[in-house]
Nanobody, 127 residues
Framework: QVQLVESGGGLVQDGGSLRLSCAASGRTSGEYAMGWFRQALGKEREFVEGISWSGSNTHYAASVKGRFTISGDNAKNTIYLQMNAMKPEDTAVYYC????????????????????WGQGTQVTVSS
């Protein structure tokens, strides 16, 4: 069973930075793409940024362009989300997700394709 554990959330001031981590375990020897999502109170969950299994391809939401960066360390089965120039509207529970992709398919899946999810970590940006 695939398990994902997020860490690094917390309280930060407007304009500040945080780095989230997501450690994966229990995966088979296949290739897995991973992504970050967030859900603010009273709103639907939204895609933030994703990374292909090799790390060569990434895709991000327009709302985080130039501020958030996803990266991965396959040796550690961990991905990261570096969040800079944060805004109060970034306040949400952030979730890590992953899905196995066909061998050799080095792409970032669409939001609805992710299969396994973490429990989430709260990020709060104060104004």
């Amino acid at each position: 069973q695939v398990q994902l554990v997020e860490s690094g959330g917390g309280l930060v001031q407007d304009g500040g930075s945080l780095r989230l981590s997501c450690a994966a375990s229990g995966r088979t020897s296949g290739e897995y793409a991973m992504g970050w999502f967030r859900q603010a109170l009273g709103k639907e969950r939204e895609f933030v940024e994703g990374i292909s299994w090799s790390g060569s391809n990434t895709h991000y939401a327009a709302s985080v362009k130039g501020r958030f960066t996803i990266s991965g360390d396959n040796a550690k089965n961990t991905i990261y989300l570096q969040m800079n120039a944060m805004k109060p509207e970034d306040t949400a529970v952030y979730y890590c997700a992953t899905v196995e992709v066909p061998t050799g398919s080095d792409f970032v899946p669409v939001a609805t394709d992710y299969e396994f999810w973490g429990q989430g970590t709260q990020v709060t940006v104060s104004s």
